[in-house]
């Protein structure tokens, strides 16, 4: 429904005062636009959208959020930046979720993996998740001691080490259990702040697709325009080209996996007295061997 500034603007207000026959209007208008935001934005799946657009309605319903319309900007750019503010604080509550069910310690002071306690919200897809898990971790099991504990160390932030790989780590090392787990807390709570650094990343995608709309309405605009100012809209399609380049790269680089947390060849190899490229070199093999088993094309360094 394309409606007109004026009628938008009503329609907003009403929404902003709760007026159940406005909401129920406004749902119906832009129900389509709050389910595909994920995917335009994040290349998310279908099913995280449907998550999505959950979450967005239940802090939406109420009307409340409408209330900071005042019509100085286009509503459509004005509600995108909403529903942005609204991804990015879904997608951080599933990462502290995540990461806070990752491992814990039992009463002997050992630390257990606790993935399985997530809510199980689609039992299929989890079903699914939990194969690729068990998998992943046949795949690794498979793989030498020295090599897996080069591999693990390497994504610690993400990854728990066994009985075996601890005792590796305490005979090549010669360091008490205690000093282990220091460094490995250590190590996490460095890596914690790249994390915020990756959430940063997510959040400039977004910020870029935002842009990008709002150069793409001043470009209709000026358009539009009478006289035509050519200068104005290859200035604006300049800066449209430029606001995509950016957005691609950075879309580039999540998808080969540089958003993630990995610990610095430097620390890994510190800690196991070997050489920063014996590190990349096992690293790098490593990933290619798993991935080949999994037939995961996606995962990368």
Known sequence: MNLSKDKTLDLVTRCGEGDEAALKLFFESYSEDIYNF???????????????????????????????????????????????????????????????????????????????DEPDLRPDLVEEAQELTKHFHQVLGEIGVEKRVIFKLSYIYYLNLDEEEIQFLLEKTNLSVDDIKKKILGLRSELSKREEENIRME????????????????QTVTVKKAPLLPQEVDKTS????????????????????HFLARTPYREVADLLGITEGNVSVTLLRLIEKIQKKLKFSELSE
């Open 238 to 257: 300049q800066a449209l080209k430029k606001k995509y380049e950016q957005r691609k790269k950075l879309l580039e680089k999540r998808k080969k996996g």
């Open 38 to 116: 994920p995917m335009k934005i994040f290349h998310l799946s279908e099913d995280d959208a449907g998550d999505f657009f959950l979450y967005a309605f239940e802090r939406l319903k109420t009307g409340a959020r409408f209330s900071s319309f005042k019509g100085k900007s286009s509503f459509r750019t004005w509600f995108y930046s909403v529903l942005r503010n609204m991804l990015i604080d879904w997608q951080r509550t599933k990462r502290e979720l995540k990461m806070t069910n990752l491992g814990k310690i039992n009463k002997e002071g050992k630390e257990y993996a606790t993935i399985e």
């Open 203 to 218: 959040d400039k995608i977004t910020s870029l697709y935002l842009n990008i709309l709002e150069l793409k309405e001043k």
